[in-house]
């Protein structure tokens, strides 16, 4: 079993930065891929960024050149630093974590509870 754990997100104003963090924990697992989702009320949940070994770093068109994220690949860990944010930025994120357990080799698809960030001013 392996836990996906956000922690980050809260209140900004437009124009402002804030930074989400996701540390995924168990045992006998091997993580390949690891990003960030968002949902927005209404709306389908759409790709904020996302980094693994096969295809590098992706980024959703609407965040480019504003969101940054990174890995600490030794503690499967995860940042998402967020800046210039925009009121159509609101939305619950949720970091996702992909792998398989080094023992049995089955694959694995966890994501977090979500947290909220909201830009309003």
């Known amino acids: 079993q392996v836990q996906v754990v956000e922690s980050g997100g809260g209140s900004v104003q437009p124009g402002g930065s804030l930074r989400l963090s996701c540390a995924a924990s168990?045992?006998?697992?091997?993580?390949?891929?690891m990003g960030w989702f968002r949902q927005a009320p209404g709306k389908v949940r759409e790709l904020v960024a996302t980094?693994?070994?096969?295809?590098?770093?992706n980024y959703g068109d609407s965040v480019k050149g504003r969101f940054t994220i990174s890995r600490d690949n030794g503690e499967n860990t995860i940042i998402l630093q967020m800046n210039v944010l925009k009121a159509e930025d609101t939305a619950v994120y949720y970091c996702?974590?992909?792998?398989?357990?080094?023992?049995?080799?089955?694959?694995?698809?966890?994501w977090g509870q979500g947290t909220q960030v909201t830009v309003s001013s």
């Open positions: 996702n974590a992909r792998g398989y357990n080094s023992i049995n080799l089955r694959v694995f698809d966890y």
């Open positions: 980094t693994s070994r096969s295809d590098g770093i």
């Open positions: 168990g045992s006998d697992f091997v993580i390949t891929g």
